[in-house]
């Protein structure tokens, strides 16, 4: 799909959907959890389906409602798949199965996906495994997916370096249901905010995990058994993300409604990011208000937040003076190396960008229109339609499509509030 951008003013109200992390987490929640498990207000998109057929895969019955999944779990009684897992574009899936295919008893598991998965290391998660007792192996032996799960994870002590946090969400999530008690150390952590909802669901399901302040030591007693979900799914901060930049360009004021400020999702700090860029920001009962300020650049750590990288790269583009967005490295490890990505993409629409080995260095001024590339990356195709909207020329964005992993609705959203958007395949 192709969607051609035209200038735009933004106005208007967005009812931010549900969170494709918290969404995961549920699924893989419900699915270890015995007895039936209601999952109010999931996000459903091609990641989230991922999850859903991944964990039916694994055994775990879902009925799909209106707005609403019952989940008969399996606990922790997993089934050997009867055919390959494939997880499409879910590289959080892919953890989080790995994970639980090694709580099988017995048989084997084979978990794939798209030609990105297949790019997304998983030899660290694979090693941390093996240490307690499983036997996971890559297919091309390059710590990458396809992954082959043949023996089951028992307890013990590991060690991983967690370039992405979604190595230890999927240990946390597994390993209670492990025969012995495990103890992780993890001397690095990225993304600490993922680790921390991770916790705040099995606090939720009666999971016991004990860690030291700076998470880099955990204690997992085994033999748990989680308690069935039976609770909403809170909305995306990451889906946010766009709209509440949206806010921030010129002429704009763009109200993001349902985000909650006491979710431990980590990408909340975007709105910190937008104050310290120099946009109005209101928060009250009724959302999230941004409007247009004197953007002006300054130094983001986006370690926290690699999701917000795209959108934040784009953003700074309309700042004046420079802006640097910093220790982000594992940015290069999502869908795309998202760091190269905005890079090439942005500077096809005349930004003016100097990459680093973990971030980037912007310098604000005038875009102009063109042709760019989506990467099917549904953060990238998101940021640059937003910058369209404050660029005089129209911007065509090739493989648009990829917007259906996290966010179906993100073009009938942007056209809500004013936005030009016209796609060759809507």
């Known amino acids: 799909?192709?969607?051609?951008?035209?200038?735009?003013?933004?106005?208007?109200?967005?009812?931010?959907?549900?969170?494709?992390?918290?969404?995961?987490?549920?699924?893989?929640?419900?699915?270890?959890?015995?007895?039936?498990?209601?999952?109010?207000?999931?996000?459903?998109?091609?990641?989230?389906?991922?999850?859903?057929?991944?964990?039916?895969?694994?055994?775990?019955?879902?009925?799909?409602?209106?707005?609403?999944?019952?989940?008969?779990?399996?606990?922790?009684?997993?089934?050997?798949?009867?055919?390959v897992i494939n997880v499409a574009n879910s590289g959080t899936t892919m953890r989080m199965a790995l994970g639980s295919a090694a709580l099988l008893d017995?048989?084997?598991?084979?978990?794939?996906?798209?030609?990105?998965?297949?790019?997304?290391?998983?030899?660290?998660?694979?090693?941390?495994?093996?240490?307690?007792?499983?036997?996971?192996?890559?297919?091309?032996?390059?710590?990458?997916?396809?992954?082959?799960?043949?023996?089951?994870?028992?307890?013990?002590?590991?060690?991983?370096?967690?370039?992405?946090?979604?190595?230890?969400?999927?240990?946390?999530?597994?390993?209670?249901?492990?025969?012995?008690?495990?103890?992780?150390?993890?001397?690095?952590?990225?993304?600490?905010?993922?680790?921390?909802?991770?916790?705040?669901?099995?606090?939720?399901?009666?999971?016991?995990?004990?860690?030291?302040?700076?998470?880099?030591?955990?204690?997992?007693?085994?033999?748990?058994?989680?308690?069935?979900?039976?609770?909403?799914?809170?909305?995306?901060?990451?889906?946010?993300?766009?709209?509440?930049?949206a806010g921030a360009l010129p002429g704009n004021d763009v109200c993001c409604r349902g985000l909650d400020m006491n979710d431990p999702q980590g990408d909340k700090e975007v709105v910190t990011y937008l104050r310290a860029m120099g946009a109005e920001v209101t928060e009250s009962a009724d959302g999230i208000v941004v409007r247009a300020g004197t953007l002006r650049g300054c130094e983001l750590d986006l370690n926290a937040t690699p999701d917000a990288l795209p959108m934040m790269a784009a953003l700074a583009c309309f700042a004046e003076g420079v802006t640097r967005l910093?220790?982000?490295?594992?940015?290069?490890?999502?869908?795309?190396?998202?760091?190269?990505?905005?890079?090439?993409?942005?500077?096809?629409l005349g930004a003016r960008i100097t990459e680093l080995e973990d971030g980037m260095v912007i310098e604000g001024g005038a875009l102009h229109g063109g042709t760019v590339a989506g990467h099917d990356d549904h953060r990238v195709v998101m940021a640059l339609a937003v910058a369209a909207t404050a660029i005089p020329e129209d911007v065509v964005i090739h493989g648009a499509e990829a917007v259906n992993v996290t966010y179906p609705g993100f073009v009938d959203d942007l056209a809500s509030l004013g936005g030009v958007a016209a796609c060759d395949a809507c």
């Open 326 to 348: 910093v220790n982000v490295p594992q940015a290069r490890l999502k869908e795309t190396d998202r760091i190269r990505v905005m890079h090439e993409e942005l500077e096809k």
């Open 106 to 245: 017995s048989g084997a598991a084979v978990l794939t996906g798209d030609a990105q998965v297949r790019r997304r290391p998983c030899g660290p998660l694979a090693a941390a495994l093996n240490a307690l007792g499983a036997q996971v192996r890559s297919t091309r032996n390059n710590g990458c997916p396809p992954m082959v799960v043949t023996g089951k994870m028992r307890g013990g002590e590991a060690e991983i370096e967690a370039v992405t946090s979604q190595y230890v969400s999927s240990l946390l999530m597994n390993a209670p249901l492990a025969e012995a008690d495990t103890r992780l150390r993890v001397p690095l952590l990225n993304e600490k905010p993922y680790v921390v909802m991770t916790l705040d669901w099995l606090e939720r399901q009666g999971v016991r995990v004990s860690h030291n302040e700076d998470l880099s030591e955990f204690h997992i007693p085994g033999a748990q058994r989680y308690q069935p979900v039976n609770r909403p799914v809170p909305a995306d901060f990451s889906s946010a993300t766009f709209f509440l930049a």
């Open 1 to 83: 799909m192709n969607l051609t951008i035209a200038q735009s003013t933004l106005h208007g109200t967005v009812v931010v959907p549900a969170s494709k992390s918290h969404t995961i987490r549920a699924v893989v929640a419900a699915a270890l959890a015995g007895g039936e498990s209601v999952i109010d207000t999931p996000l459903e998109s091609a990641d989230a389906r991922a999850a859903r057929h991944a964990y039916a895969m694994l055994g775990a019955e879902i009925a799909v409602e209106p707005r609403r999944w019952r989940v008969q779990g399996t606990n922790g009684c997993l089934k050997t798949p009867d055919d």
